[in-house]
């Protein structure tokens, strides 16, 4: 593999597979920031593009590139999380984050690609699951840049106020804001054996029909909510309550020919996914308090499995 050169000199650029390397970090900030791949991808590859118009001189003047990355990485995302609030109040229906499968089942929505790059995969942790990403919705872009790259990424309070465009001390009340959100919609932690538990017995009740069976293993004042982005049908509002999730559940797989539900990582949890000849279609998300689920997130947009399937 040959290294592209610098425009305008001879040679390669010795610190271009050090700038490539920080890929996969710049994805992984990116794509919390903005709870969606494709526009994660869309940031980063904006950061790159700025970088390779910079002069070779200008290059040399930066002491440390990868934080340099980073920095105009987060000025992007900061730019779009404030257009994705217009974006998203023409969406039809409902908009939940872009669920992610594990690496290890990631699949590249690119053509001709049988895996995805391996620097593309956003590492799995507590600050990936489908429930924080939606709390992190709930919050202004300031709040949400000033948490993650302070709780998340370990930045100071002074480096995220050069990016913010705001003192430290305003920086860290926004930080401040966010924790106690994320802290306010947090339960007591059920293990990721019992929820895989819990989520086993909603697709067996699931796939035989059995509506006391649903009713059971969920919350009385459950939330189901779905995303189809007017690409694939989706319920445009959240649905409320035990009986009407259960009953919701089973028409679909009475309406569904030839479904088959698999149980995959979800964002780091347990979760659900549906498939129709080989192509999902469904890419559901719980979250579980003590042995009842809580809250389901359904993912339906086809533009948003594209990791989960090569249809």
């Keep these: 593999m040959t290294t592209p050169s ?13 700038i490539m390397s920080e890929r996969v970090r710049l994805i992984n900030l990116a794509y919390r920031m903005l709870g969606s791949l494709a526009d994660a991808e869309d940031a ?7 970088w390779y118009t910079m002069s070779q001189r200008q290059k040399e003047e930066i002491e440390a590139p990868g934080a340099w990355l980073m920095k105009v990485t987060s000025r992007i995302c900061l730019d779009l999380l404030g ?5 998203r109040e023409n969406y039809v229906g409902e908009w939940i984050p872009e669920p992610l499968p594990e690496p290890a089942e990631w699949i590249s929505g690119r053509p001709n690609d049988a ?20 709390v992190l919705e709930s919050m202004t872009p300031a709040e949400r840049v000033a948490f ?13 106020a050069e990016i913010a465009g705001r003192t430290p001390a ?9 924790r106690r959100r994320i802290h306010a919609s947090q339960a007591p932690a059920t293990s990721t054996a019992e929820q895989a538990g819990i989520v086993r017995a909603f697709k067996k009740a699931w796939e035989a029909k059995d509506i006391h069976a649903l009713i059971g293993l969920l919350d009385p004042h459950a939330t189901s909510i779905g995303d189809g982005g007017g690409l694939a049908s989706a319920a ?24 088959t539900i698999l149980q995959r ?44 399937t090569r249809g």
């Design 6 to 18: 610098e425009p305008g000199h001879g040679g390669p650029d010795p610190g271009l597979s050090a």
């Design 83 to 87: 257009s994705a609030r217009t974006r």
């Design 148 to 160: 993650i790259l302070h709780d998340v990424f370990r930045y100071s309070y002074a480096d995220i």
């Design 170 to 178: 305003a920086c860290r009340q926004l930080a401040f804001s966010a």
């Design 115 to 134: 895996t995805a790059d391996p620097a593309d995969r956003v590492t799995l942790d507590e600050s990936i699951n489908m429930a924080f990403l939606v």
């Design 265 to 308: 990582t979800v964002n780091g949890r347990p979760g659900l996914v549906a498939q129709q000849g080989g192509i999902t279609v469904t890419v559901c998300a719980f979250h579980i308090v003590g042995d009842r689920i809580t809250h389901i997130w359904a993912v339906r947009n086809p533009e948003k499995l594209r990791p989960w």
């Design 44 to 50: 980063v590859q904006e950061t790159y593009a700025r």
């Design 236 to 259: 445009l509002r959240p649905l409320e309550g035990a009986e009407r999730i259960a009953r919701a559940y089973i028409d679909v797989v009475r309406m569904a020919t030839g479904m």
